[in-house]
């Protein structure tokens, strides 16, 4: 396995995104990949497996995103991995009076908290979106 520093293709990050079953269209892929502050991707022989990253102002606010792992390579808990390196990178670039937010899906929750994240609201588990 390789791990790939603001690497990721648009094109790898559209169709890892579609195979964990979220529909990214490709100019949006090239946005998000273009604006981001980190990304991290894990391949196996050139094909992207694995995926996380982080936006935000770089200063105040940073949120992780997009954690993803192939079905096949889920019992590999990259998704570990991936939260380690972007735990990294936050820890050398965010100041004492940053926010750290995280949007993942459930699957993944147990991992998050591991890392130290906790769900904003106990009762209901969600941060309000629109």
Same mark, same amino acid.
């Not at 892929?29 to 050139?46: D, K, P, Y």
């Not at 497996?49 to 982080?54: D, E, P």
């Not at 390196?85 to 670039?93: A, P, Q």
């Not at 100041?95 to 591991?114: H, L, P």
């Given at each position: 396995?390789?791990?790939?520093?603001?690497?990721? !293709?648009?094109?790898?990050? @559209?169709? $890892?995104? /579609?195979?964990?079953?979220?529909?990214?269209?490709?100019?949006? @892929?090239?946005?998000?990949?273009?604006?981001? $502050?980190? *990304?991290?991707? %894990?391949?196996?022989?050139? /094909?992207?497996?694995?995926?996380?990253?982080?936006?935000?102002d770089g200063v105040?606010?940073? $949120?992780?995103? &997009? %954690?993803?792992?192939?079905?096949?390579? #889920?019992? #590999?808990?990259? =998704? =570990?991995?991936?939260?380690?390196? $972007?735990? +990294?990178? !936050?820890?050398?670039?965010? #100041?004492?009076e940053s926010r750290?937010?995280?949007? *993942? +899906?459930? @699957?993944?929750?147990?991992?998050?908290?591991?890392?130290?994240?906790?769900?904003?609201?106990? &009762?209901?588990?969600? %941060?309000?979106?629109?």
């Amino acid at each position: 396995m390789k791990y790939r520093y603001n690497e990721t !293709l648009p094109a790898d990050f @559209a169709a $890892l995104a /579609q195979k964990c079953g979220a529909r990214i269209p490709l100019k949006s @892929a090239h946005e998000a990949i273009r604006n981001s $502050l980190f *990304t991290v991707g %894990i391949f196996e022989e050139e /094909q992207l497996v694995a995926f996380g990253r982080i936006c935000g102002d770089g200063v105040l606010y940073y $949120l992780v995103c &997009d %954690i993803m792992v192939a079905e096949e390579f #889920r019992e #590999r808990h990259l =998704e =570990e991995n991936l939260l380690r390196e $972007l735990g +990294d990178y !936050l820890r050398e670039h965010r #100041r004492r009076e940053s926010r750290v937010m995280i949007r *993942t +899906d459930r @699957a993944y929750a147990e991992v998050c908290r591991k890392h130290g994240f906790k769900y904003v609201d106990e &009762d209901y588990e969600v %941060i309000m979106k629109g």
